[in-house]
Structures are given as structure tokens and as C-alpha cells.
């Protein structure tokens, strides 16, 4: 299966492994993007840090995609930390990486 990663000019090959002892699938992502998502972690970041600063979307990113993100995060960082957490949402997003979680999923 090839996969569209921002970054890369061509769809990328996405190599899966089956676990001898569980059977369960693995699937193996370029660093830095986090599961589920195509845009790498830091440029999600980048675009929540500008519309969170100035108020507006940076120029050139898709803003149905963007506001997803923004909603997911907001949802992650009341979920885990509590409401005081929605004051600094971008020091949110780097604990929620710190904890190992995808800080824009919508899973809870």
C-alpha cells in the first residue's frame, strides 16, 4: 500500500510486518509523522503554534485539516490534563507527545 506523506515528492511504500507470537500487523512509518496522520508532527505543530499566536492559519495549509487538528487537541488536553491545560495548548501538544500520546488524534 502507498501512502502520501507531505515532504516526500512520491507515494511511499508503507512495509508491514506480522508478529510471529501474537500475529498482530505492524506498520512502519517515516520518523517524525505520528500514526494515522500524514503530515509530519513538527509541521502540525508549527501550524497550530501560528493560528494559536496570531489568530490566522499560516498561508498554505489546509485549514479543514488544521481545524481537525486544533479540535483534537483541545479534546486530548481536557481529557488528560483537565481544563487549566486549554490556556497553553501548545505546551499541551509537547506533554501529550512527552506521554507517548498522538496529541491530535480523536481517540480519547
Not at 502520501?4 to 512520491?10: A, E, L, Y
Not at 503530515?39 to 502540525?44: K, P, Q, R
Not at 501560528?50 to 481537525?68: E, F
Amino acid at each position: 500500500m502507498a501512502v502520501i506523506f507531505t515532504g516526500f515528492i512520491r507515494a511511499l511504500r508503507l512495509r508491514r510486518y506480522r508478529c510471529p507470537s501474537c500475529g498482530c500487523i505492524i506498520r512502519l512509518r517515516p520518523k517524525g509523522f505520528f500514526s494515522r496522520h500524514q503530515s509530519a508532527a513538527a509541521t502540525i505543530r508549527d501550524t497550530l503554534f501560528a493560528r494559536l499566536d496570531t489568530g490566522y492559519w499560516p498561508r498554505g495549509c489546509v485549514t479543514s485539516r488544521a481545524r481537525n487538528w486544533l479540535r483534537a487537541l483541545k479534546r486530548q488536553a481536557l481529557a488528560v490534563f483537565g481544563v487549566p491545560a486549554l490556556a497553553d495548548l501548545i505546551a499541551a501538544f509537547d506533554r501529550l507527545v512527552n506521554l507517548g500520546r498522538v496529541p491530535v488524534s480523536r481517540a480519547v
